[in-house]
């Protein structure tokens, strides 16, 4: 048995999604003191082994709370135009063009919406976890995405990195799926074989738009 489903909103992750966070957890490293090949390499110790990443810097500084240094970090901490990946605009513009709803949230603090707004991305919705108070994978974050989108959950697309905080958590909210294999998550879930149970999976975002349009219009129930 199948339904209709017409595809009417896309909503994004930020890290490794839009954002090549590379700079930013090199700072990292800088601030902790850490050679950064070090530092990358425990990062990816804490991937392989499901955690949150938060727990990177425990491993370095126990007790270290990531709140206050990135207040401490001030300005040193964040995104800039040079941190977008160089297929970042021209999807959201194409998506955009092509009358699709288009979203930014992801599990952020709330300073980072406003550093996305100084990017004009061209976007209709930027939001935070912070700002909204829920996090992904929680259903409720994903139920956020669906009441922002003004659309039902199989009319509303989300795009990550990661299979734990985004494809499998919006799947099981009834979003449509898109996984993107990049970024240090990306590379790393993308040999699980939950990957193939998201509608699309890409490698960058430059076909994301075509690869919408032509996502089939019926989908099992």
Aim: proline fraction near 6%; glycine fraction near 12%.
């Amino acid at each position: 048995m199948t339904e209709a489903r017409r595809i009417r909103a896309v909503f994004f992750d930020v890290g490794e999604t839009l954002v090549d966070e590379s700079r930013d957890f090199g700072g990292w490293a800088d601030w902790l003191g850490v050679p950064r090949h070090t530092f990358f390499a425990v990062l990816g110790q804490v991937i392989a082994r499901g955690e949150d990443h938060r727990a990177v810097f425990q491993h370095f500084r126990p007790g270290f709370d990531l709140a206050v240094e990135r207040e401490r970090r001030g300005e040193a901490y964040g995104y800039g135009e040079g941190d977008l990946y160089p297929d970042a605009r021209p999807c959201l513009r194409a998506l955009k063009a092509d009358g699709y709803f288009v979203g930014v949230v992801g599990n952020q603090p709330a300073r980072t919406a406003g550093l996305l707004r100084d990017l004009d991305l061209g976007v209709d919705l930027i939001a935070t976890s912070a700002g909204w108070g829920v996090e992904k994978p929680s259903p409720a974050f994903f139920e956020r995405v669906v009441e922002a989108s003004g659309f039902g959950p199989g009319e509303v697309a989300y795009v990550g990195d990661r299979l734990d905080n985004d494809i499998l958590p919006a799947r099981a909210a009834g979003l449509v799926t898109v996984f993107v294999k990049r970024g240090p998550w990306g590379h790393h879930h993308a040999g699980r074989p939950e990957a193939m149970l998201a509608d699309l999976r890409i490698d960058d975002l430059t076909d994301l738009p075509a690869r919408l349009a032509a996502l089939s219009t019926c989908r099992p129930r």
